[in-house]
């Protein structure tokens, strides 16, 4: 059965969106646990437009849940891990002027930068996990660098059952459990997230050796109408 990272990043998009104090991620992460969330995530930008270094640092104190923090192949942001030591780090793509993280890293074209800043992570003992799109070349070049995990891109898919697409979700899928199926063969943990939504998460929760589901803004998005807590719940109840 897989489990539940809920990410936070969007209760500190709101704080910062007038530059005050509250709401406090801390206090999101403390909700959320009481939910049910088995870890929290969190995204330390180089641009630090949500998520602080200080929410970090108190987060690491606080949560009794293991912390899965993404970040670039930075140095500032890797230095930041190696010293706070959560319990994975997750290295995505960033861009300065995306909303969102659009796409997995390029694995394949960037070897060495990711391949250092992996070594990197692991001699500081923390769990390294690769944010890729489900492309065999990708998931080749991610699992000859290392990774103890992979995290499939779920955007397609998201987007796909968002225009209720039936035969693109159905194509989305298929190559979602393939890419699966090739990271479990190679002895890694499977996890997987971008844009999974309490109507789209049953058939990726599904795929079979999935270990975790990292979800941020559709349970955010809920937690205004019914709280955080019960938010986390009912997510928790469609994965299991």
Request: with cysteine.
């Amino acid at each position: 059965m897989a489990i539940l990272g809920v990410n936070i990043d969007h209760v500190a998009t709101v704080r910062e969106a007038r530059k005050t104090n509250e709401p406090d991620p801390v206090w999101a992460a403390a909700l959320a646990e009481l939910g049910g969330a088995d870890g929290i995530t969190i995204h330390l930008r180089e641009d630090r437009r949500h998520i602080k270094e200080r929410d970090l640092r108190i987060l690491k104190e606080s949560v009794a849940v293991p912390i899965n923090l993404e970040l670039a192949c930075a140095d500032d942001v890797l230095r930041i891990a190696c010293e706070t030591l959560p319990h994975q780090a997750t290295l995505v793509p960033e861009r300065r002027e995306e909303v969102t993280t659009e796409g997995g890293l390029d694995v394949a074209g960037s070897r060495g930068k990711i391949g250092d800043a992996i070594r990197r992570l692991k001699d500081a003992g923390i769990f390294v996990s690769l944010f890729l799109d489900p492309d065999p070349k990708q998931l080749d070049a991610g699992i000859e660098l290392g990774a103890n995990a992979i995290e499939l891109h779920t955007g397609p898919y998201a987007h796909a059952t968002l225009r209720h697409h039936a035969q693109q979700t159905a194509a989305t899928l298929l190559t979602l459990q393939h890419a699966g199926q090739k990271v479990r063969s190679a002895g890694i943990a499977l996890d997987a997230g971008h844009g999974l939504t309490y109507r789209n998460v049953k058939p990726i929760a599904a795929i079979e050796g999935m270990r975790e589901l990292n979800i941020g803004h559709s349970i955010i998005a809920r937690a205004i109408m019914v709280g955080l807590e019960q938010a986390v719940r009912d997510m928790k109840r469609l994965i299991s």
